[in-house]
């Protein structure tokens, strides 16, 4: 299995442009998670959904963050505007449901200008 | 929601010697604890796991203990080596959805 899929790995962009963030789970996998890393935060959960439904959506900072999951393959979380706060390495992350390990994707690194 | 402490931040270690790390939780419906080893610009990945009815695991030369009475679980990693250099997170599941993480340790194995 080819793990967890994460593009762009690397992201820079303007502040006030919308960025778009993309993963693709581990086939089979059935919970998918997006957390945010900073050195000031650590690890963040944003949102998680389970067989595509967001279950979850308090740690989204604000409106101007967004996710979806259309289909069990594919997920996106949207940042519209960006602002150099939101300058991170954003994680996707899958399980098979219940108590099962999650594995990270590579992470993609934000850079906010 | 559950909330979770990890005790030393950065930790220094010689090569050979033995390492731990700390951490609690405050929700006794936790249930399951991985630990994470985050190497520099790379993804976290799981090392060991120990579930709520095991009170001990080890992996070569990882060890997991968890103390449920107390909420507290370590992470020992014996004869340290330099490629053990790395940031370790701990998390706390309860119905072993969300992950709880903690704030991480660094860790620095001297050779």
């Known amino acids: 299995d080819a793990g967890v899929i994460q593009s762009p790995r690397h992201e820079v962009t303007e502040m006030g442009q919308e960025v778009t963030l993309r993963c693709k789970p581990i086939?089979?996998?059935?919970?998918l998670f997006w957390y945010r890393q900073t050195m000031m935060r650590g690890l963040e959960l944003l949102i998680y959904?389970?067989?595509?439904?967001?279950?979850?959506d308090s740690g989204m900072p604000e409106d101007r963050f967004s996710a979806k999951m259309p289909n069990a393959s594919f997920s996106t979380l949207k940042i519209q505007p960006s602002e150099p706060r939101d300058s991170a390495v954003y994680f996707c992350?899958?399980?098979?449901?219940?108590?099962?390990?999650?594995?990270f994707g590579p992470g993609t690194r934000l850079t906010v200008l | 929601g559950e909330n979770v402490e990890q005790h030393p931040s950065t930790l220094s270690v010689q090569e050979g010697d033995s390492a731990v790390i700390k951490c609690t939780y405050s929700?006794?419906?936790?249930?399951?604890f991985p630990w994470y080893k985050q190497e520099l610009g790379k993804r976290p990945q799981l090392i060991i796991d120990i579930r709520s009815n095991v009170g001990e695991k080890k992996d070569q030369r990882i060890a997991v203990t968890l103390n449920k009475t107390a909420k507290h679980f370590s992470l020992h990693i014996t004869e340290t080596q330099p490629e053990d250099s790395a940031v370790y997170f701990c998390a706390a599941s309860i119905a072993g959805n969300q992950f709880y993480f903690g704030t991480g340790t660094s860790l620095t194995v001297i050779p």
């Open positions: 959904f389970n067989n595509n439904v967001p279950i979850d």
């Open positions: 992350a899958s399980s098979l449901g219940g108590v099962h390990t999650q594995y």
């Open positions: 086939s089979g996998h059935d919970y």
């Open positions: 929700d006794s419906a936790s249930n399951y």
